[in-house]
């Protein structure tokens, strides 16, 4: 089995009428950072044509999909039945980005077949990630 899952998606970037427009998206899940889920905008979708990568908990992901969530830059909430909205916050703006919440209900899935929900921490090497800090220091 496969220890990363990559699944594309559509989003729908909300902004003032009419300028709300969908944009492509990539979901990504590594067994190797197996608390995080990445989330990356390409080019065309960024204000300054570079690609754009936000990481953020899983758990975060999921519970959004159920009630409103999260601190700091990102938060998630369901919007109605169907669709799922995740707000960025940086130091030049936010934005909002609406996903069907089927897209990422089937994403949350498949990364669980990966690392079950509650077992992250059998899948870290603190060692290693110790040992890589200590010599980026």
Do not use: N
Request: some cysteine; glycine content about 6%; hydrophobic content about 45%.
């Amino acid at each position: 089995m496969s220890t990363v899952i990559e699944q594309a998606v559509q989003a729908r970037l909300i902004a003032t009428a009419p300028q709300s427009r969908p944009i492509p998206a990539a979901l990504r899940y590594d067994r190797d950072d197996p608390y995080a889920v990445h989330l990356a905008f390409p080019p065309a979708a960024s204000l300054d044509g570079a690609e754009v990568v936000w990481t953020f908990g899983r758990d975060l992901l999921e519970e959004g999909l159920r009630r409103a969530t999260g601190a700091g830059d990102v938060h998630v909430w369901p919007c109605g039945t169907d669709d799922v909205v995740v707000e960025f916050h940086t130091a030049d703006g936010m934005a909002l980005v609406q996903f069907e919440a089927r897209d990422l209900r089937l994403f949350l899935a498949r990364s669980y077949a990966v690392v079950e929900k509650g077992g992250e921490a059998r899948h870290l090497d603190v060692d290693a990630d110790l040992a890589a800090l200590l010599r980026e220091a």
